[in-house]
């Protein structure tokens, strides 16, 4: 069920700038807009809006959550066979497969490089076709 | 049941309309390549131009298409072929595929003629045609920077555009190559197709599915050729066992051994140029070379790309080699058609027919020509046109290797007669994966049967033909199906006398074969050592498929591909191989290094159940489904 943006939105931007699939338009200091076809339902719009103006699928608001308390993606090493789907998920880039420790080493892994840039939307979590991400609070 | 869902794109008014593709179809063609044959064969009729007005190109992915399944991110490209006028499909691992599933379109069809340069999107299910003048003349890479990056592109290079008859498609860092791809998009006037969306692809049985996907990983990643030497050394790893075997093609297949070709190997590879190894998505095989060279990292050459511009046109530098895949992807050009012109031009500039520059033993000056080859640039427009059309202007038609106008790939037939006999059957032209690859049977892998004898050949042919058919409808890369060889002959080596006593066993075993061929309806089992596809697909489409209907698939697959050959009036004459291959012994001691085609053929043709002329009879279409 796709996400909604009240009245209350002031355009600050801010949900339209994390959202991993860009669904959310508009311009500054004017309400934003949900693609309803493109929406995955990760809440991210929902925790960065300071205004508490977005309703979660069943039209609950959302409450701002502040950022260090997203959950961020754990990768079972063991697990993981550095396929790239979460890559492929991963707008922000924060994911990648991570480069040979050794010449010819082939045991690499998709690993959490940039967990500043993690908006902590799960769709690793929900694609990895292995369940080998799990999403929890990273104390940095 | 959820059919696929395709797009019917009209270039002319650009206009866009869903087709959704009958369950029977469904049923029957599942999807990628066969449904894409049986879609063409209904939407064409015989004798149009591939590159004319009435041309109709069909992208299309598979059930298992980005369902995270191993090695499933392929999608194919259907369409008439530009070098033979046969059917074409083509192949390719980029991220279009998985994200035009995303998108909401299982495939599109493109109809008709743009008169002006075009990108067509496909984003959130809508579908937009736009001007894109400015981007007309740029190369693969400057295109799909010119996208965001989260987007999935598939486009066309200056090759596609100036009509190369073997131009590419490139979408990311992998290329539907073979066939024409990029002219019959260059033809249309479609510069780019993007896709982008969130959907994600239907699964019947998510939880047994995923299971099964677990298991399968690991079975993939345990194996000594998926899990070890293809993430090595990639496919340019079989150049030294090719060598070992006398199957690398030399001086445009006049030889069969290079004395350097350690030079030009997977290993050296590995050794000196070698930054990491990637992959296509959802794959765990990684067989995908990142190399660096002149201070860039670039996509390093597959062992077609080794063999053709190293021995093949006696060169040694790797460099250069690497330098030459790096331009020809960003021009959007077949690296294996262009090497075998390439070569093809060299002998005739050898035998003093004529001269374009080019000559063997030196590949320093090729990355110019290779420009002037994308541009048609004077004179180089010939080369452009492939080396079946070179022979038929200039002569030497006995040593231009290319089988109904497709050139062949890098595996010596004199030294594998059962691959010959693939090149010389396969519906695309010389394909080594439409044609069964049996080399891996006979040269470049750990089993080797008599790679001399034309015993059991015609059957292990069509059963792998079959087979590799069915592997790509199904949406899964071929490299999947590498480890159906026990993993224990890998630790035993290839010199044990077990591994040695099957190979011999395996030479005899075409009747076995052929029983197995015809019992197909029976084997209603699933393992994940033979084909775990079809267990895969069974869990994904809900549909009754077990190893013997999974390859009744690509068997239908296969005949209706040849049913569209057959209407667009190939024959028999064009299930051939060069007189170089046929007649002339590799080593001149030993008689027996030909392509015995006189032999096998009649033999192929029986089992397949077609008639003394190669067409396939009526009661075979008609067990099939193909015709009622």
């Known amino acids: ?140 | 049941m959820k059919t696929p869902t395709y797009a019917l794109i009209d270039l002319n008014t650009r206009a866009s309309s869903r087709y959704e593709i009958p369950e029977s179809l469904y049923r029957r063609y599942i999807g990628g390549k066969t449904l894409g044959a049986r879609l063409l064969y209904d939407l064409t009729p015989a004798g149009v131009d591939p590159l004319g007005q009435d041309a109709v190109v069909i992208v299309n992915t598979s059930p298992a298409t980005g369902t995270g399944a191993p090695c499933s991110s392929r999608f194919n490209m259907t369409f008439k072929n530009v070098l033979t006028g046969g059917i074409a499909s083509s192949n390719c691992g980029g991220q279009f595929g998985v994200l035009m599933k995303r998108a909401g379109y299982d495939g599109i069809i493109l109809k008709g003629q743009s008169e002006t340069p075009c990108v067509i999107s496909i984003v959130d299910g809508r579908i937009e045609i736009t001007d894109a003048d400015e981007l007309w003349g740029k190369d693969t890479e400057e295109t799909q920077h010119a996208f965001p990056k989260i987007y999935g592109k598939l486009v066309i290079g200056p090759a596609g555009e100036h009509l190369v008859r073997y131009a590419a498609a490139v979408s990311g860092e992998r290329v539907a190559g073979r066939c024409g791809a990029g002219a019959v998009l260059g033809a249309k006037k479609i510069k780019a197709i993007v896709a982008y969306g969130t959907k994600r692809p239907e699964i019947h049985d998510r939880e047994k599915f995923a299971k099964y996907v677990d298991k399968w990983v690991r079975f993939l990643r345990g194996h000594p050729m998926t899990g070890e030497s293809l993430p090595t050394y990639g496919s340019a790893g079989l150049v030294s066992k090719a060598n070992a075997t006398n199957a690398l093609p030399t001086h445009n297949f006049k030889y069969g051994h290079f004395k350097d070709a350690h030079a030009v190997s997977g290993e050296t590879l590995a050794d000196k140029y070698l930054l990491r190894n990637s992959s296509c998505i959802s794959c765990p095989i990684r067989c995908e070379r990142r190399v660096e060279v002149d201070g860039k990292d670039v996509k390093g050459p597959e062992y077609e790309t080794c063999g053709f511009f190293g021995p093949n046109i006696d060169a040694v530098s790797m460099e250069n080699m690497i330098r030459l895949n790096y331009l020809c992807d960003s021009y959007g050009m077949d690296t294996i058609s262009l090497a075998s012109t390439l070569a093809f031009a060299m002998e005739l500039k050898e035998n003093g027919v004529a001269d374009f520059g080019v000559s063997f033993g030196n590949s320093d000056n090729l990355a110019d020509i290779v420009g002037k080859i994308a541009r048609r640039e004077g004179v180089y427009s010939d080369l452009a046109n492939g080396s079946k059309w070179m022979s038929e202007r200039y002569g030497g038609k006995e040593y231009a290797m290319h089988s109904k106008g497709l050139e062949m790939a890098s595996y010596e037939p004199r030294r594998s007669v059962g691959m010959g006999l693939g090149y010389a059957t396969s519906n695309r032209g010389g394909c080594h994966l439409n044609g069964g690859y049996l080399a891996l049977l006979e040269s470049v892998g750990v089993l080797s049967m008599d790679a001399l004898s034309t015993s059991a050949k015609p059957a292990f042919t069509a059963f792998f033909q079959n087979a590799l058919e069915a592997i790509s409808a199904a949406g899964f890369c071929l490299f999947s199906a590498q480890s159906f060889v026990p993993a224990v002959l890998f630790k035993i080596g290839p010199h044990h006398p077990v591994t040695r006593a099957i190979g011999k066993i395996a030479t005899h075993l075409g009747f076995g074969v052929r029983a197995l061929l015809w019992m197909m309806p029976v084997l209603r089992f699933n393992s994940v050592f033979l084909f775990p596809h079809a267990e895969a697909l069974r869990l994904v489409t809900g549909l009754p498929f077990y190893t013997g209907s999974f390859v009744r698939l690509g068997e239908r697959g296969y005949n209706m591909e040849r049913f569209y050959n057959y209407r667009e009036g190939l024959t028999k004459a064009d299930d051939s191989l060069p007189d170089r291959l046929t007649q002339t012994p590799q080593d001149p001691n030993n008689p027996k290094t030909v392509v015995r085609l006189d032999k096998m053929l009649p033999v192929y043709y029986r089992i397949r159940g077609w008639d003394k002329d190669g067409t396939p009879e009526k009661r075979t279409l008609r067990k099939l489904g193909v015709q009622a």
């Open chain 1, 1 to 140: 069920m796709p996400y909604f943006i009240t009245e209350d939105c002031i355009g600050c931007t801010a949900c339209a700038k994390t959202c991993p699939v860009l669904a959310i338009t508009g311009a500054a200091k004017e309400r934003h807009v949900v693609n309803i076809r493109r929406c995955v339902s990760c809440g991210v719009c929902g925790r960065v809006c300071p205004k508490n103006a977005v309703l979660d699928g069943h039209g609950n608001p959302c409450q701002s959550v502040p950022r260090p308390k997203w959950k961020k993606p754990v990768v079972d090493t063991a697990r993981c066979s550095a396929c790239g789907i979460c890559v492929t998920w991963c707008r922000a880039e924060a994911l990648r497969i991570s480069f040979p420790t050794f010449r010819g080493d082939i045991h690499v892994f998709a690993e959490l490089y940039q967990p500043n840039k993690c908006v902590g939307c799960s769709l690793c979590e929900e694609n990895c076709p292995l369940g080998a991400i799990r999403m929890a609070e990273v104390i940095a």
